[in-house]
C-alpha cells in the first residue's frame, strides 16, 4: 500500500497563553498542501516492524513518528503478524511542515487499512494525539481551525483557490526554539487576527484571509535567521500577494493568485540560492 503524506502550513499561527503543564495553547488555521512524502507499507509473516527511509540521518526504530504511530495500533488490537514499511522524504525536516506528524499519520491511515481494525477518522485521531499536536489534523487534513495545545480541530470550508511557493532555507529552527523566542508579555508581539481569518475562509474572501495572515513567531525567529526575512521579500517582490514563516519556521510560504506568476517567482527564488528547497503547488 503507497500513502502520501501531506505538508501542511499555518495561514495564521497565534499562541495564546502557557498551561501548568507547561504546553502552550495556540490558535491556527491549518491548510494542507500538495507536497507530500510517500509512505509504502506491507504485512509479513514474521512479527516486529522494519522501518526504511531515504534520508540517512532520519531514525528508523521508536524515536521515528511513523515506527511509534504503526506500533501503537499493533499493539491495541494484539497483531500478530509483522509490518514493512519504507518512508521516502520530500518534505524538509524541521521545517515548520508536518513532515513528521504528517508520516506517522499516514502510518496510522495504513495499518488501520492494511489489517483491516474498522477505525473511523475520528477514533484515529484520537489515538494520534499521544503521538503528536499536530498529528490529528495531519489524519483529518485540509483546512481546519487548531485549538488547544493543537488537537481540538475545526474542520474549515477549502480557502478560497491560490497558489502556494515553498522555499526553505539551508537553516532548522526546532519548535522549542521557537517558544524560547516568543516573549508573550511583550507589548510589541502582534497577534494575528485568527477570527477574522475564519471568517474570511467561510465567506471565500481571499483578501479577508490574506490581509489577516501572521505568524506570532516570526519575529523572533527572523531576528536569528534573517534570510527568512530576505525571502519572504524576495517572493513579494515577485508576485506573492503574501509570504509568511510556516509553523516555528524556518520555511516560507508565499500565497499567489496566479500559477505563472507563481513559477517566475520561484525562478527567480531557485536563482537567489537564498532557499535550499523551492517547490511549487496549490493547497490540498
Known amino acids: 500500500m503507497r500513502l502520501r503524506a501531506l505538508a501542511k502550513i499555518n495561514l495564521g499561527l497565534d499562541v495564546v497563553g502557557k498551561r501548568d503543564d507547561g504546553y502552550h495553547e495556540v490558535r491556527m488555521i491549518m491548510q494542507t498542501i500538495q507536497m507530500y512524502d510517500v509512505l509504502e507499507i506491507e504485512k509479513k509473516k514474521e512479527p516486529g516492524i522494519v522501518l526504511t527511509t531515504n534520508i540517512p540521518y532520519v531514525p528508523t ?3 521515528n513518528l511513523v515506527y511509534k504511530a ?3 495500533l499493533m499493539e491495541e488490537f494484539d497483531i500478530k503478524e509483522g509490518l514493512t514499511m519504507n518512508l521516502e522524504k520530500f518534505i524538509p525536516v524541521a521545517a515548520g511542515m508536518a513532515g513528521g506528524s504528517s508520516d506517522a499519520a499516514a502510518a496510522f491511515v495504513g495499518v488501520n487499512r492494511l489489517f483491516g481494525l474498522g477505525l473511523s ?7 494520534a494525539v499521544k503521538v503528536g499536536a499536530d498529528v490529528p489534523y495531519c489524519v483529518m487534513r485540509g483546512t481546519a481551525l487548531a485549538e488547544g495545545i493543537g488537537e481540538k480541530l475545526t474542520r474549515l470550508p477549502r480557502v478560497p483557490h491560490c497558489y502556494v511557493l515553498v522555499g526553505k532555507p539551508g537553516v532548522n529552527v526546532s519548535t522549542k526554539t521557537a517558544y524560547e523566542n516568543l516573549k508573550l508579555d511583550d507589548p510589541a508581539v502582534v497577534h494575528p487576527d485568527i477570527d477574522g481569518m475564519v ?7 481571499l483578501d479577508g484571509m490574506i490581509s489577516r495572515m501572521g ?3 516570526e519575529p523572533g525567529i527572523i531576528s536569528k535567521y534573517p534570510v527568512i526575512q ?11 500577494r503574501k509570504a509568511m514563516m510556516s509553523g516555528s519556521g524556518p520555511t516560507v510560504f508565499g500565497i499567489f493568485d496566479d500559477k505563472e506568476k507563481m513559477e517566475r517567482a520561484a525562478a527567480v527564488l531557485r536563482e537567489s540560492r537564498l532557499a535550499k528547497t523551492v517547490f511549487a503547488t496549490d493547497v490540498f
Open 121 to 127: 477518522e475520528e477514533e484515529l485521531m484520537k489515538r
Open 230 to 240: 530576505e525571502i519572504k521579500d524576495l517572493m513579494e517582490s515577485n508576485g506573492a
Open 61 to 63: 526504530d521508536e524515536r
Open 199 to 205: 471568517t474570511a475562509v467561510r465567506n471565500g474572501d
Open 215 to 217: 505568524n506570532v513567531f
Open 70 to 72: 504503526a506500533k501503537m
